[in-house]
């Protein structure tokens, strides 16, 4: 039989304290913590908790026991690896981490002597800061001051210079006398005069415990990198959301060319008026059935994450040492944040082991071979599409249009008005104006909804991006193998960049999604 894990991504807590003595930060922090703990608990049921921390101070390694007694897990997080001279108290807590992370160069490089303190306010989702307000320079003024500004003066920016400042929320925990303590939720501004941070802090975290709630289950322990095993996961989930929203969007077009169809066919009476307006009322609430289960924005957000850990599978298997939540949806710093918070996780979990100097080249061919067929696949389906659909249109509208016409024609020669009693008017004659204008009305509506459906899923677009992807990945197979006089590339180097160009694709797929929400019909696009 084989072993299993469950996959999940967790909530990352920072733990960061100031440097009060044991006896005065025990009583505060123990309690502050469990009510903190027990409160995401319950607000984010589907969802574990681990926490971080540099344990630098005795208030840090207090709230790092703290925290393994309430069976969160603590990762370390240190300037270097630990060896002789530590305290035996760091060394007992160094022990009981499920990992101690070294912070990687640069860190070091842009925060110097505060680079722990940054890989904490970094990797976490939720910052707590344990102590009274801190004196500038502080370890603890260093930490939050980048969760609260994304830099502090002194250091380098990490990144580009005009990148959005990687900032988050944080809880204050402020000791107070007799040992008890106030807690401030704080949602510091991401831009000038953003208001809804702490609307969108709260909506990132209930968006992973909903993720953590639709992709529970059991992931066979093969050996397969974390995030591998998560995009695993999370693209047999994607496949059935796929399927949902493709049938909602054909249901609803259907039912919205169902009652305008019966707008042209039925005669004005009360029986044509009552079928007029039921079929419109089964449209909407059909429509309002399907929207609130948000299967396609669940469907785009969870293929965004999916195709983001594909290429971060191929980084770690080329020994690239990133993430790629450095480089993907960086200016969507509002409802898209979420899922830049669960790349920097999954980076957190999988570590520095996955990357470095091992290179799989093996593994870095596949993924580009792979990715190859599946874009020359992509876009011969997509354009297909495209193309099957413009013809019906090409083929429909005329088609009505020769059919009112030939009524016409036939009751001016024949000078015969067709009898139709169940589609009759009032006096029992299915007059000419009214056949010619059903067969005229049918192809103006043909057209739109033909031509409004396939803008909604984007075939035309879809076809043309797949298509320059599958240029670029077969380029990328001809330089890995060196055919056609090129000389053989360095994978690591090759990984990077076409990773990074697949992130734009998708980045681009994503945000045109969006803006074609679930709908009966879009109105612009027709």
């Known amino acids: 039989m084989r072993s ?11 733990l960061a304290a100031d440097d009060a003595s044991a006896a005065e930060a025990e009583r505060y922090i123990t309690e502050s913590l469990s009510a903190i703990v ?10 574990p908790l681990i926490a971080i921390s540099a344990l630098a101070s005795d208030a840090e390694l207090i709230a790092a026991k703290a925290a393994l007694a309430l069976g969160v897990p603590i990762r370390a997080c240190r300037a270097a690896v630990a060896g002789d001279g530590i305290s035996p108290a760091l060394s007992d807590a160094l022990g009981a981490c499920s990992n101690v992370d070294v912070v990687d160069a640069s860190f070091q490089t842009h925060y110097g002597a505060f680079a722990a303190e940054a890989y904490v306010a970094h990797f976490s989702d939720l910052l707590i800061a344990f102590g009274a307000p801190p004196a500038p320079g502080s370890r603890l003024d260093a930490v939050v001051t980048l969760r609260e500004r994304g830099r502090f003066a002194g250091a380098h920016t990490r990144g580009r210079i005009l990148d959005p400042p990687d900032v988050g929320p944080y809880r204050r925990v402020l000791p107070q006398p007799g040992g008890s303590s106030t807690v401030l939720s704080e949602f510091p501004p991401r831009y000038y005069g953003d208001l809804h941070s702490g609307r969108d802090a709260q909506f990132a975290l209930a968006r992973l415990d909903e993720l953590n709630r639709d992709l529970r289950g059991d992931d066979p322990a093969d050996g397969a990198l974390f995030s591998e095993r998560v995009k695993r996961r ?3 989930y994607t496949d059935g959301l796929q399927r949902r929203v493709v049938f909602w969007q054909r249901f609803l077009y259907w039912a919205a060319f169902v ?7 039925l005669p004005k009476n009360t029986v044509g008026t009552i079928v007029d307006f039921g079929a419109v009322g089964i449209a909407f609430a059909l429509y309002f059935v399907a929207r609130p289960r948000k299967y396609q924005g669940r469907y785009q957000d969870y293929r965004a994450i999916s195709e983001a850990l594909r290429v971060q599978t ?12 450095g480089g993907y949806l960086r200016m ?24 470095g100097s091992a290179q799989d080249r093996t593994a870095v061919v596949d993924w580009v071979l792979g990715q190859r067929d599946y874009f020359r696949t992509a876009q011969r389906r997509e354009a297909h599409r495209n193309e099957l659909f413009h013809r019906w249109v090409e083929v429909l509208t005329p088609l009505n249009i020769v059919l009112g016409l030939g009524i016409f024609a036939f009751v001016a020669i024949t000078r015969i008005d067709p009898i139709i009693p169940v589609l009759s008017t009032p006096d029992e004659r299915y007059t000419l104006e009214v056949l010619v204008g059903t067969f005229a009305g049918w192809a103006a509506l043909t057209a739109a909804v033909l031509h409004s459906y396939a803008r909604t899923r984007g075939f035309s677009e879809n076809a043309n991006r797949y298509e ?11 330089w890995l193998s060196g055919e056609a006089g090129r000389p053989l590339v360095e994978v690591r180097e090759l990984a990077v960049e ?10 681009e797929w994503l945000l045109t999604q969006r803006d074609r929400p679930l709908a009966i019909v879009h109105a612009g696009a027709a």
């Not at 027990?38 to 969802?47: I, V």
């Not at 898209?336 to 520095?352: D, E, K, P």
């Not at 320059?468 to 001809?478: G, I, K, N, T, W």
């Open 4 to 14: 299993v894990h469950e996959v999940a991504i967790p909530l990352v807590l920072g």
């Open 468 to 478: 320059r992807m599958f240029l670029m990945f077969d380029e990328a197979s001809l």
């Open 259 to 265: 009652a305008a169809t019966a707008e042209f066919v």
């Open 234 to 236: 999370a693209g047999v």
């Open 498 to 507: 076409l990773g990074r160009e697949a992130l734009a694709e998708h980045a």
């Open 314 to 325: 191929a980084w770690s298997k080329a020994g690239v040492a990133e993430s790629v939540e």
């Open 332 to 355: 969507q710093q509002t409802e898209l944040q979420w899922i830049r918070n669960v790349l920097r996780t999954v980076a957190l979990l999988q570590g520095s082991a996955a990357g």
């Open 38 to 47: 027990a409160e995401l608990r319950a607000a984010y049921p589907h969802t």
